[in-house]
């Protein structure tokens, strides 16, 4: 057990590790954030923060030395950075999560392993191997960097067979697959949280609605998903959990169909569809996280309202974001970021009605 008064280390400095160590604090943790960029939104609200790249050594092994468990906010941690804190200090949840999660075919693989249903897909190398996979899945379909995604990046969407060479150049040279477009009537995204001694608490369904590929808005409880659906998508991120004997909040998207829930993606973090815990939830899904790698128990992952809904602040919204206070059911959150890049996540706001 990692009691209050100790430190926790995040690799990471963006909103989700700033709103971690706001949770940390609230349960008298100190955070000390790690991050390679220079402007940290974590930072501004933690104990400490090293900015140094996740292959230096030194500022690694001094890192490890100031803090008593290693947890990350930002999925695409280098392995061998993992595996050089791990050998000196608790990282929670494991290494093992995060190599699966970084590659889009393993992820899958492990999932169907698991008996959970991703997109149908192929491994996708060259000309040759786009060619024979959108002959077998058809078009449309969706080419994919293996790893690095995010927001949508690294991504192009295939119509006709004819826009495969344009569509190869732009992921130029890197290892990629092919998935089928899934016809889904909705998207969401189910929350779990597994502590040290293996109990877990999932939250309600969150329904997700992404503009470009990136997240715009989320509602809990998703309206129309059918229970069994639910249901089914919940046994297997518990699966999926066990299986990798995790420890923290483990978010999984769906797409809701038909015929049932296709596994999208795993994220072994906190989830920006789970923003709407901090006020909609008894326990927030950072609080969670927190209380699960410190291995104290968990919390009520229960609906504090009927419903709740959460918008993201992207790019330039943000300069009027002050005008949801308007309405006095609006919680808003802004990540004091200086940058309004376009499509840049700034803030989030939370209504606790619909
Ligand atoms: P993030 O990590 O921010 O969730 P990402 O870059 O990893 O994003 P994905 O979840 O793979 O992206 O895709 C982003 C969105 O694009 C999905 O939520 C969905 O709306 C759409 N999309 C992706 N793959 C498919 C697919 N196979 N069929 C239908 N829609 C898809
Ligand atoms: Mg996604």
Not at 114 to 139: F, I, S
Request: glycine share 10%; charged share 20%; net charge negative.
């Amino acid at each position: 057990m990692i009691l209050p008064g100790s430190t926790i280390g995040i690799l990471g400095g963006g909103q989700l590790g700033r709103m971690l160590a706001i949770a940390a604090a609230q349960l008298g943790y100190r955070a000390h954030v790690y991050a390679p960029e220079a402007e940290q939104p974590a930072a501004d609200v933690a104990f400490a923060a090293t900015s140094a790249g996740y292959e230096d050594k030194a500022a690694l092994e001094a890192f490890a030395a100031q803090v008593d468990v290693v947890t990350c906010e930002f999925e695409n941690v280098p392995a061998k950075c993992l595996a050089l804190l791990a050998a000196r200090v608790p990282v929670r949840p494991g290494p093992r999560a995060f190599a699966i999660a970084q590659d889009r075919l393993a992820e899958k693989q492990f999932v169907a392993g698991l008996g959970g249903k991703p997109a149908q897909h192929a491994a996708v190398d060259d000309a040759e191997t786009l060619a024979a996979a959108l002959a077998r899945l058809g078009t449309p379909a969706i080419l994919k960097t293996r790893r690095f995604g995010y927001d949508g990046k690294g991504q192009v969407r295939i119509e006709r067979p004819a826009e495969a060479p344009a569509a190869l150049a732009e992921l130029g040279g890197a290892a990629l697959v092919l998935e089928a477009q899934v016809p889904f009537a909705s998207e969401f995204s189910i929350l779990v949280a597994r502590g040290m001694d293996g109990s877990e608490v999932h939250y309600p369904p969150i329904a997700n609605r992404h503009e470009s590929g990136i997240l715009v808005e989320s509602v809990a409880p998703a309206p129309r998903v059918p229970a069994a659906h639910v249901e089914e998508a919940v046994a297997l991120v518990i699966r999926i959990a066990d299986a990798l004997d995790y420890v923290g909040v483990l978010a999984c998207e769906f797409f809701a169909t038909a015929t049932g829930p296709v596994f999208n993606e795993m994220a072994p973090r906190v989830h920006n569809s789970g923003h709407w815990t901090i006020e909609g939830a008894e326990t927030s899904q950072f609080e969670q996280h927190i209380r699960a790698i410190a291995g104290l128990p968990l919390g009520s992952p229960a609906l504090r309202v009927p419903v709740v809904s959460m918008r993201n602040i992207l790019g330039n919204e943000v300069a009027g974001a002050h005008a949801f206070l308007a309405d006095p059911h609006a919680r808003l959150h802004l990540y004091g970021k200086r940058e309004a890049a376009p499509g840049r996540k700034m803030g989030h706001v939370t209504f606790l009605r619909a």
